[in-house]
């Protein structure tokens, strides 16, 4: 049963904005920290942003200023707003909880590709 679903990437030239989707279920979503996650080739998974069931976010110093993480509680989906975008955003982007709820497989995550 699919549980996380990404979507919105693609490709973009750089400067460009790309927003991202998570659709989830209520009993992933309701009352915990929802994060986004990247992984490159050749790249461990890392934390993107993240964002708690009250509206609190962090980011990872390298999208600061650029990315903006929001969700809908009434529709159990969390979005990533990427602008200004780069070549080293390349990655595929997933979302979990925040911190990773290691009992959830993760999504099939959405390719990013920043290239002229």
């Known amino acids: 049963q699919v549980q996380l679903v990404e979507s919105g990437g693609g490709l973009v030239q750089p400067g460009g904005s790309l927003r991202l989707s998570c659709a989830t279920s209520?009993?992933?979503?309701?009352?915990?920290?929802m994060g986004w996650y990247r992984q490159a080739p050749g790249k461990q998974r890392e934390l993107v942003a993240a964002?708690?069931?009250?509206?609190?976010?962090t980011y990872a110093d390298a999208v600061k200023g650029r990315f903006t993480i929001s969700r809908d509680n009434a529709k159990n989906t969390v979005y990533l707003q990427m602008n200004s975008l780069k070549p080293e955003d390349t990655a595929v982007y997933y979302c979990?909880?925040?911190?990773?709820?290691?009992?959830?497989?993760w999504g099939q995550g959405t390719q990013v590709t920043v290239s002229s």
């Open positions: 964002i708690t069931s009250g509206g609190t976010t």
């Open positions: 209520g009993r992933i979503f309701s009352g915990y920290a």
């Open positions: 979990n909880r925040h911190p990773v709820w290691t009992q959830l497989s």
